[in-house]
């Protein structure tokens, strides 16, 4: 029942380039759509037009979009627990292509049959 030294190192190693990959993906670009969001907000209110307008608009908006960026930063933040769930989304796509193979071969029988 217990993993070979190599194996669990290699997990291991998996585990922390997806993590270093998924920080960098989408804790930056989350603080990068809350200031943009923040930069909305502060244009809508320095406009002083009214509720109404063109202000209210611009600060809905700059509200969606800082609420987005907050949610990029969360998934940034979120780490896997263990080695195995960095190893699920491989095994679905393995599936994928494995579960493509037979209907492929079977069109390809098809066309070459007269």
Do not use: H
């Amino acid at each position: 029942m217990a993993e070979r030294p190599s194996d669990i190192v290699t997990e291991t190693e998996i585990l922390d380039r997806a993590v270093w990959r998924k920080w960098n993906r989408y804790t930056w670009s989350g603080l990068l759509i809350v200031g943009i969001g923040c930069l909305l907000v502060v244009v809508g209110l320095l406009m002083k037009t009214g509720a109404y307008s063109a202000e209210g608009l611009l600060i809905g908006i700059g509200a969606i979009v800082v609420l987005i960026g907050l949610i990029r930063v969360a998934i940034g933040l979120i780490n896997p627990m263990s080695p195995s769930d960095v190893r699920i989304g491989r095994r679905r796509r393995f599936r994928r292509e494995v579960d493509a193979d037979p209907i492929l071969s079977t069109l390809q029988d098809e066309e070459t049959t007269p």
